[in-house]
């Protein structure tokens, strides 16, 4: 039956015409395919923040293939992959980054490694256009994710380390998804355990800041800190007007300590 | 009848997938739409910049639903609404953002608070997903303006100061509207009453430039300033091969004192 | 016949709304065609790399009327152009930007000045949404080019010095191309004439680095500098983790020298 619409996500950078190539690819073989770009700013080679990104949009995406390419071993023995869940199919390198997404539509239900439908030559470096937009234009126009290549053990899958949260009375140990373009560090914490209007003390390394719990950014005056449930359902500090990101110094993956305050 | 287009600027950035996550939702909602991105790099949080991009894009956009988001007071108390008039329909927060363009598409002629259609459940933070990008859709799906909510008394609508410009002979007071990739820093003044070849000076507090009256950016040397009325109809600063807008450090709202030499 | 899609490469930047005014006008001519983003992050007025981005893109891209503007020469006696090639014709100044891609796609056949379909009143400094996009539209619509203007004698049209290369044994000299936003040093050169492993040394003014001849990226350890043909087919120089253009501080049409060890 094939699909409308391709969901294209990478680290690409929008300067280069990169993510254009690979959407004519797309255009040239699935003329009715309409690509939906998520983001080509993905933070350079950082798998970790691509599977999050993609797996935070993905449920308020359209029904889709799905095209992500964030793949510092683009060229070497890492596999190309289709893992398909019981709402889209994911297509990019075996690294980790789709599992989330995946997840997210319901968990992965079959594997197939990308070995069909090559653009000829192949590069070493750019997969995205030899390998992986043309497979995601082929299953656009109908063809089986069984037909792009052998099936793989889902167990062999290349999974990222999931981040790891602990709640203990008062404090809460954590790690650094992501931040935003506002500067909002974006935790792996869901849950705050924590009234509107207590105060937190958030650490990370040797960095810290004081932030109010809120609900909204305007829920700290001009300049201060608070820390919500964001729209994606993880706890975020963020400074009005401000970045928490900067104060912070936070890198996807950086542990955090949240102490509540009383 | 419906829209065929949804045109959509924001601060959102390109890097988080922020506008995808918006143009998914009116996928989902309203598969025909076709999403005409404006801008997604308005400055942070800067509504004045917004409004007057959005001005001065809009007559050469196509017949759509305008949905804009530049929202500083997302979660507060501010009001999401629908901003009709004679040749479109905007969507956004009610803070000033939408009100230039619709003047440019012949004024304001109903307004209504935007209290239906919200995606559930409705976050504090991203009021582009859960509730503009849903409205937009479907208005394009034919759904009326009406039909959003409650209707506004026109009065109650927030605008943004408008700029002040006074002409005097030999001296132009003006205000910065903003400045754009090239450096270029556009004025609210629409006439400057001198001749090509005049000399202007140009004061932005304790910074000046001296700039040559042209028609064009080559009307000035190289690394030479030239004031001219840009392809929007306003008087706009640039230096050739260099930029303006850092050397006059100039920020939107800044007065502006041009003198003309002579 | 007309045409499906319009490609559209230039250094306007994203931030100002100036890419989707030129979509815009291209939706009021010609509602059915679809525009193909390549890149609007050229390096501001660099005619050379906008040439080589849109060259390197072209032969990926659908069938289109490929419309490309960086054009610092905006609003002088510089002609706009159609020019034509066995398999897409090119919209744009002329200035030596639209040639290369041309060749690609089988070369110049024919040229024209574009002296109709102007939005009116044409601006100064914004052709691209004056004159450029109204003749793409009107293309993609099934006017023919010779309907844009008069012919233009194939002799006058401007290009691009070609960048040379000259290749001795044990040293190449040719000449930067660009660098993409992964700090990749594209150069002139397509060959290298050197087996994987062996040591090159790259010279661009007084700066260097040794690199190992590779494959992909990863053929060096990290931090390390690997020279490779890449997915354009010319030769590249990377740092594996790290930039290559920030070491070498290489800018296009910048010398380089590459000694091959042993």
Same mark, same amino acid.
Do not use: K
């Given at each position: ?48 923040? /691509?599977?999050?990104?993609? !797996?935070? &949009?993905?449920?308020? %995406?359209?029904?889709? $293939?799905?095209? @992500?390419?964030?793949? =510092? ?54 997969? /995205?256009?030899?390998?992986? !937009?043309? &497979?995601?234009?082929? %299953?656009?126009?109908? $063809?089986?994710? @069984?037909?792009?290549? =052998? ?59 004081? !932030? ?51």
């Amino acid at each position: 039956m094939g699909y409308d619409w391709v969901s294209f996500t990478t680290d690409y950078g929008l300067a280069d015409g990169f993510p254009a190539v690979c959407e004519g690819v797309i255009a040239r073989v699935a003329p009715h395919a309409r690509v939906l770009h998520v983001s080509h700013e993905v933070a350079r080679q950082d798998i970790r923040r /691509g599977a999050a990104l993609l !797996a935070q &949009a993905v449920t308020y %995406l359209p029904r889709a $293939v799905h095209l @992500a390419v964030v793949d =510092p071993g683009v060229g070497t023995a890492r596999r190309p992959v289709a893992v398909v869940s019981p709402e889209g199919v994911f297509i990019g390198p075996d690294n980790g980054l789709l599992i989330p997404a995946a997840e997210v539509l319901g968990g992965v239900t079959a594997a197939y490694e990308i070995t069909e439908f090559y653009l000829q030559p192949v590069s070493a470096t750019f997969h /995205g256009r030899d390998i992986f !937009a043309p &497979a995601a234009a082929n %299953l656009a126009n109908g $063809v089986s994710p @069984a037909d792009l290549g =052998p099936s793989i053990d889902l167990s062999e899958l290349i999974r990222l380390p999931a981040p790891v949260t602990t709640v203990e009375p008062g404090r809460i140990t954590t790690e650094v998804l992501g931040a935003d373009t506002y500067g909002n560090v974006q935790l792996a914490a869901t849950e705050l355990g924590a009234d509107p209007g207590a105060v937190v003390h958030a650490q990370v390394g040797d960095r810290s800041l004081e !932030a109010v719990v809120g609900r909204t950014f305007a829920d700290a005056s001009a300049g201060s800190a608070v820390v919500l449930v964001d729209s994606a359902g993880q706890v975020a500090i963020a400074v009005n007007g401000g970045s928490a990101a900067a104060i912070l110094r936070a890198q996807p993956g950086d542990r955090v300590v949240l102490l509540l305050a009383g």
